[in-house]
């Protein structure tokens, strides 16, 4: 008799189950609590230790410690157990630290993107009404004879492509804060105040604490166990009870797993470069679009002065703020670029970052 019952999940899938019942269980706290006050990006950044995968690689690490004691508890443990178990261990740690790290970084990119998109919510309702001063202007000029048709109806196709963009940018808002709930179980107002400059601005450690770091990362210490083991397995093996052709074979896989792990460190070096790199570009972009903030709110200002002395119309000064708004959504913007820079950095390299490390 065949029997209807469902196969118990593996153990990996009972961790993931019991992480995402934890995670749930946070989201639902986090929500009820939401309500109280807005919630700033530290608030929401130190949820990233309860993302499903931060909390799966948490659970793993507990399991790899107590499979430790096991080992070391054993007196009939062979070497080559305790050295798996203790592997076990180091890899866990590394992976743990890495789903973290790299849940910081998710979390941060979904605050910035509601961040943004409430500024050009508002950035396209200014542009909308502009367009809509547009038409009426066109409207009146058409009446007066100084405007022709062609050009009211450019004005209303104007005032078109602006609803739609404010419509595009209210859809992008409500997806952005979705996606803020999803991840953080945060369903409240957030506090989408700009980011501390003395945070942005940090130097960053010294080149070698990157270098040095690539040895840490999974890829690289997976393949550094390996060769560990490789080498162990050669140590092991003696011509009293093992054939020459067992030797060689196990001296093959030692050479194989050395140049393996040294291709790995070489390509997640130039990858650690790449990083850093980035972090360059991202604050010399986030300088130039400070700068060029400055240049259009003092522009701004110019012809704030020229309005009220009479020299020129309102609807230039009201492009003229229009213009500021822009360049201020564009250096939020090149700001995020530069923190999810630090973020990306951190979690590729497992350097932890002062006032990014989420503790």
């Known amino acids: 008799m065949t029997s209807s019952a469902r196969p118990l999940p593996s153990r990996r899938g009972r961790r993931t189950l019991a992480a995402a019942l934890l995670v749930a269980t946070l989201a639902v706290s986090a929500t009820g609590a939401a309500q109280a006050a807005p919630a700033a990006l530290d608030d929401l950044l130190a949820t990233a230790a309860g993302r499903v995968g931060a909390v799966t690689a948490a659970l793993d690490l507990d399991e790899a410690r ?18 798996r178990a203790r592997q076990a261990v180091a890899l866990a740690e590394a992976e743990a630290l890495a789903a973290r790290l790299e849940a910081l970084a998710e979390v941060a990119a979904a605050w910035a993107r509601v961040r943004e998109t409430e500024l ?10 502009l367009a809509a001063r547009g038409v009426d202007i066109a409207r009146l000029r058409l009446e007066r004879g ?42 409240g107002a957030l506090a989408l105040d700009p980011l501390e400059r003395g945070r942005l601005d940090r130097p960053l450690p010294p080149d070698d604490v990157f270098v ?18 490789a080498g162990l397995g050669v140590e092991l093996l003696d011509p ?31 990858r650690t470069r790449a990083l850093l790199n980035a972090v360059v570009t991202a604050r010399e972009t986030d300088r130039i679009a400070r700068d060029a903030l400055d240049q259009a709110r003092e522009r701004e200002a ?8 009479g020299l020129i119309a309102e609807i230039a000064l009201e492009q003229a703020r229009l213009g500021a708004g822009q360049a201020a959504v564009r250096a939020v913007q090149a700001e995020h670029g530069l923190m999810l820079a630090l973020l990306d950095l951190q979690a590729g390299t497992l350097v932890a970052l002062e006032g990014w490390d989420g503790r």
């Open 240 to 270: 009293s009870f093992a054939s020459r052709a067992q030797i060689e074979q196990a001296r093959t896989q030692l050479a194989q797993a050395e140049a393996g792990a040294a291709e790995a460190r070489r390509g997640l070096a130039l």
């Open 212 to 229: 040095a770091a690539v040895d840490g990362i999974p890829t690289v210490l997976r393949l550094a166990q390996a060769v560990e083991l």
């Open 120 to 129: 050009q919510v508002g950035l396209a309702g200014a542009a909308r009404d």
């Open 302 to 309: 110019i012809e704030a002065r020229r309005f009220d002395a």
């Open 146 to 187: 100084s405007a022709t048709r062609l050009d009211l109806d450019e004005a209303v196709t104007g005032l078109e492509d602006a609803e739609k963009n404010l419509a595009a940018a209210r859809d992008g808002l409500a997806l952005a804060r979705a996606d803020v709930t999803g991840l953080t179980g945060h369903a």
């Open 66 to 83: 107590r499979a430790l004691a096991r080992a070391e508890a054993d007196p009939l443990a062979l070497r080559l157990d305790l050295t």
